[in-house]
C-alpha cells in the first residue's frame, strides 16, 4: 500500500524559489552581524525540559512539545533561541569573553493552533549583547536593524523605540503600583489595535477595576509619540520627569541613546519614539524595540527586542543583562516578495550551460570549471536534447544567461550566448569574451 505524501498540520516544506529567497536574506542579515563583530553560536533543537519549563509565557509553555526520549530522559523542543542562550551563558561563562555578542538562526517549535501564516515550526534569527549595560549596546542594537533592513534593499521603515520604566512610570503615577498589575494594564492596553480604545476601557474597567477616567488618561500619555525632531520632542515631554524616578530614568535614558545615534549616518526619519510599545511584559525591563515597514504596516513588525536584566537569572546566581532583537523571517519574506524587492529565483546559478553533442561534454565541464573559478556560478545542463528544454528549464528556475556549445560547426572555446533577461544573444564568441559579459553585467 503507498503512503499519502503529506505534511502536518501546522508544519510546511520549503520549495526552491522560497528556500532560496529565505538562504540571500539570512546572508545578508548575517553579512551585517558580522561586521558589527557578532559571532555565531548554535545550541540543540532539544533540551532538557528543565531548562525550558517557566522560561516563556504560560500560553508559550501550553505550546511546548515535550516528551520522554528512549533514555526516559524529561525533554522538550526548543520554543525560542533565547532561552537556549541563557543555558549557553551559564554553562559557558567561564570560555566566554564579556561582553559578549552572538547572532543565532536556527527553527523553533511552538504548538500553536494552525492558522494561515501562523506555524508550529518557524526560523528565528536573533542577535544579542551580553554582558553590559552600557547604552552603547542599546544604540549599536538599533545600528544593526537600520543596516540589516538598508542591506536588503528596504528604505521605508521605522523603527520604533520606548522604555519599559517609561510605561511602569505612567502607570504608577495612576496609582497602578503592583508588578502584575502594571503587566495586566500594559497586556490589555497592547489590544489597542486590535479592540478599539472602547474594547480596551471596558477590559481595563471589567478586569482591572480601573475607572473610565483614569483609564482614559493612561490611554492618553502611552499613546504618545515623536513627530518631529528629537530635541523638540524630548522639550515636549520633559514634564514627565517629574512624575516619578522611573519615568525619568526611562526618558532620560532615551535621550542619552538619541545623542549617539545622532551622530551617526542614519536617517534620522527611520526611528522614533512611541510610549505604546511594550514588547515580552515579563521580560524586557529597558529599552524596547519594534519595527514596521512602512509601506506595509499591516504585517506587524519585522524587528523586534529590547533589553533584559535577568537573562541567566534561572541557571546562574552571577546574573548577567544582555539588550538584542530578533528578525522574523518569515514575515519579512512576506513582506519583500509583495515588495518585489527579493528577486525569485529557484537556482543558485547565474548562467546555465548547455551542450549540443555527448562529444563535447567534456568540453563543456571544463568551461563550466573556469567560470566557476572566476567568480561566475554556472550550471551544466545534462542532457543533450534539443535548445527549446533546457532554454524553458533556465527560463523557469531563473538563470540570467544560458551559453551553449556545439549548436554549430565546434570551435574551440567557442559558444553562443544569450541573455535570458532582455533575449539578446551573441554567436560565435571566445570564453573570454563570455566571461567578461557575465562579470561585467
Avoid at 530522559?73 to 559578549?100: E, H, K, M, W
Avoid at 508550529?120 to 549583547?129: P, V
Avoid at 524553458?392 to 565546434?410: D, I, K, P
Wanted: net charge negative; hydrophobic share 40%; aromatic share 10%.
Amino acid at each position: 500500500m503507498l503512503i499519502t505524501p503529506r505534511t502536518l498540520s501546522g508544519f510546511k516544506d520549503c520549495l526552491p524559489k522560497e528556500a532560496m529567497a529565505k538562504k540571500i536574506l539570512l546572508q545578508k542579515v548575517s553579512e551585517v552581524f558580522l561586521k558589527f563583530g557578532f559571532v555565531p553560536i548554535e545550541t540543540p533543537h532539544l533540551e532538557y525540559a528543565e531548562v525550558l519549563i517557566k522560561q516563556g509565557s504560560d500560553e508559550i509553555q501550553k505550546e511546548l512539545y515535550r516528551f520522554k526520549d528512549r533514555g526516559e530522559r524529561d525533554v522538550a523542543l526548543r520554543f525560542d533561541l533565547t532561552v537556549p542562550l541563557a543555558r549557553f551563558i551559564s554553562q559557558y561563562q567561564n570560555q566566554l569573553q564579556l561582553p559578549f555578542k552572538r547572532f543565532a538562526i536556527g527553527n523553533v517549535f511552538r504548538g500553536e493552533r494552525a492558522q494561515k501564516g501562523r506555524y508550529r515550526e518557524f526560523t528565528q534569527c536573533d542577535f544579542d549583547f551580553i554582558g553590559s549595560d552600557s547604552l552603547s549596546c542599546d544604540a549599536e542594537i538599533v545600528q544593526v536593524i537600520y543596516a540589516s533592513l538598508v542591506n536588503l534593499g528596504i528604505d521605508e521603515f521605522s523603527i520604533r523605540i520606548n522604555h519599559r520604566k517609561i510605561l511602569n512610570g505612567i502607570c504608577k503615577h495612576f496609582g497602578i503600583t503592583q508588578p502584575q498589575d502594571i503587566n495586566d494594564t500594559l497586556r490589555i492596553i497592547d489590544k489597542l489595535e486590535k479592540i478599539g480604545e472602547s474594547g480596551v476601557l471596558d477590559e481595563l474597567h471589567s478586569e482591572l477595576g480601573i475607572q473610565e477616567q483614569r483609564a482614559r488618561e493612561i490611554l492618553q500619555y502611552v499613546s504618545i509619540k515623536q513627530n518631529g525632531a528629537g530635541k523638540e520632542f524630548f522639550e515636549n515631554i520633559a514634564f514627565l520627569k517629574e512624575w516619578n524616578d522611573e519615568l525619568k530614568e526611562g526618558i532620560e535614558d532615551i535621550e542619552r541613546l538619541y545623542e549617539i545615534l545622532s551622530l551617526l549616518q542614519m536617517d534620522k526619519d527611520c526611528y522614533r519614539v512611541h510610549f505604546s510599545i511594550a514588547r515580552g511584559l515579563g521580560y524586557y525591563t529597558g529599552i524596547v524595540y519594534e519595527t514596521i515597514l512602512t509601506q506595509l504596516p499591516s504585517i506587524g513588525s519585522v524587528c523586534s527586542g529590547g533589553r533584559y536584566d535577568n537573562l541567566t537569572k534561572t541557571f546562574s546566581k552571577q546574573n548577567m543583562s544582555g539588550v538584542g532583537a530578533s528578525i522574523g523571517v518569515d514575515r519579512l519574506l512576506a513582506a519583500m516578495k509583495e515588495l518585489q524587492i527579493l528577486e525569485g529565483k529557484s537556482t543558485s546559478a547565474r548562467a546555465l550551460i548547455v551542450c549540443m553533442s555527448e562529444e563535447y561534454l567534456p568540453y563543456v565541464h571544463a568551461l563550466a570549471e573556469s567560470f566557476r573559478r572566476s567568480g561566475i556560478d554556472i550550471e551544466v545542463y545534462p542532457d543533450i536534447v534539443k535548445l527549446k528544454k533546457p532554454f524553458s528549464y533556465a527560463n523557469t528556475l531563473g538563470h540570467e544567461f544560458v551559453l551553449v556549445v556545439g549548436e554549430s560547426e565546434f570551435k574551440a572555446q567557442s559558444v553562443t550566448l544569450k541573455n535570458m533577461t532582455s533575449g539578446m544573444q551573441m554567436e560565435d564568441i571566445s570564453f573570454l569574451k563570455a566571461l567578461e559579459i557575465l562579470k561585467g553585467d
